[in-house]
Nanobody
Framework: QVQLVESGGGLVQPGGSLRLSCAASGIIFNIYAMNWYRQVPGKQREFIAGIAKDGSTNYAESVKGRFTISRDNVKIMVYLQMNSLKPDDTAVYYC?????????WGQGTQVTVSS
C-alpha cells in the first residue's frame, strides 16, 4: 500500500522560505518519479515540480528559480525547498507519485504566505 505523508507547511511572510517534506512508504522508492502539486480552493490542482528516478527535475514556470525539488533514496523522502515565497504561493501542497498508472497523493500540507 502506497502512503505519502507531507509535512513542513505553515505561515511565512512574503520573501521567506519553507521546506516541505514527503515521506513515502509501500513502494520501491528509487524507481519512481515523485512530484509536488498545489491547490487553491476553487481551482484545479496544479503541477509545480517533479523529480525523476535519475534525479532530473522539472518545474512549473511560476516557481522556476525559486523552488527546488530533491529526493533522498536512502531516507525515502522527497523535499521541496521554497524560497522567495509570494502570497500567490498560498495553497495546500501535495506529494504525488504514479505507480502502474495510478496516482497516489498525500493528505496535503497548508502553506500560507502573508504578512
Amino acid at each position: 500500500q502506497v502512503q505519502l505523508v507531507e509535512s513542513g507547511g505553515g505561515l511565512v511572510q512574503p520573501g521567506g522560505s519553507l521546506r516541505l517534506s514527503c515521506a513515502a512508504s509501500g513502494i520501491i522508492f528509487n524507481i519512481y518519479a515523485m512530484n509536488w502539486y498545489r491547490q487553491v480552493p476553487g481551482k484545479q490542482r496544479e503541477f509545480i515540480a517533479g523529480i525523476a528516478k535519475d534525479g532530473s527535475t522539472n518545474y512549473a514556470e511560476s516557481v522556476k528559480g525559486r523552488f527546488t525539488i530533491s529526493r533522498d533514496n536512502v531516507k525515502i523522502m522527497v523535499y521541496l525547498q521554497m524560497n522567495s515565497l509570494k502570497p500567490d504561493d498560498t495553497a495546500v501542497y501535495y506529494c504525488n507519485t504514479k505507480v502502474f498508472a495510478l496516482d497516489y497523493w498525500g493528505q496535503g500540507t497548508q502553506v500560507t504566505v502573508s504578512s
